[in-house]
T-cell receptor, first 113, second 113 residues
Framework: DSGVTQTPKHLITATGQRVTLRCSPRSGDLSVYWYQQSLDQGLQFLIQYYNGEERAKGNILERFSAQQFPDLHSELNLSSLELGDSALYFC????????????FGSGTRLTVV | AQSVTQLGSHVSVSEGALVLLRCNYSSSVPPYLFWYVQYPNQGLQLLLKYTSAATLVKGINGFEAEFKKSETSFHLTKPSAHMSDAAEYFCAVSSNTGNQFYFGTGTSLTVIP
């Protein structure tokens, strides 16, 4: 157990729908990062939050959004889902700067049908 | 800007043989370098990291990596492969001032009995 908790582990939904993925960071970590892992794109950084505020943005689509709450858990919202959004979505956390190394959760596997 | 290139998307070694997974980085500033391992259906686990201290870094499970600035490399090695080493390995780079990781495309390691 890495200490980073992601729910749900699996999600199957239809095109056009909206889903929310949840992440609880490791105790004491203030930063949360979201990544998308797919066969054709590899591991893509989506977005980072630090202590409730957006800190960095990567290749995140406009249909996707995220937030980090006062208790430091984070949610990734994916809307108007397309078949191509099917992927593993990972959350990672770190104390602050990435130099400490990320701790990853076990991921949410999203299947859009 | 930072990036990493992992040479060889698939590597096969015999059990007991040397493991060598290659990673070359590109960075305009002194980099922080990382190796992560991903076992099937799991998240990424930090193997080791280089943060400008000793150039030879020892990690978990008998793995080590050497930072060679002249070659812009950070290759991962293990003297004797074990069946349990079969997994996907990712090299990553970040700057010491930025807040994003850049992952390589991964190398799948197969260990042949």
């Amino acid at each position: 157990d890495s200490g980073v908790t992601q729910t749900p582990k699996h999600l199957i939904t239809a095109t056009g729908q909206r889903v929310t993925l949840r992440c609880s960071p490791r105790s004491g970590d203030l930063s949360v990062y979201w990544y998308q892992q797919s066969l054709d794109q590899g591991l893509q950084f989506l977005i980072q939050y630090y202590n409730g505020e957006e800190r960095a943005k990567g290749n995140i689509l406009e249909r996707f959004s995220a937030q980090q709450f006062p208790d430091l858990h984070s949610e990734l919202n994916l809307s108007s889902l397309e078949l191509g959004d099917s992927a593993l979505y990972f959350c990672a956390s770190s104390l602050d700067r990435e130099s400490y190394g990320y701790t990853f959760g076990s991921g949410t596997r999203l299947t859009v049908v | 800007a930072q990036s990493v290139t992992q040479l060889g998307s698939h590597v096969s070694v015999s059990e007991g043989a040397l493991v060598l997974l290659r990673c070359n980085y590109s960075s305009s500033v002194p980099p922080y370098l990382f190796w992560y391992v991903q076992y099937p259906n799991q998240g990424l686990q930090l193997l080791l990291k280089y943060t400008s201290a000793a150039t030879l870094v020892k990690g978990i499970n008998g793995f080590e990596a050497e930072f060679k600035k002249s070659e812009t490399s950070f290759h991962l090695t293990k003297p004797s492969a074990h069946m349990s080493d079969a997994a996907e390995y990712f090299c990553a780079v970040s700057s010491n001032t930025g807040n994003q990781f850049y992952f390589g495309t991964g190398t799948s390691l197969t260990v042949i009995p």
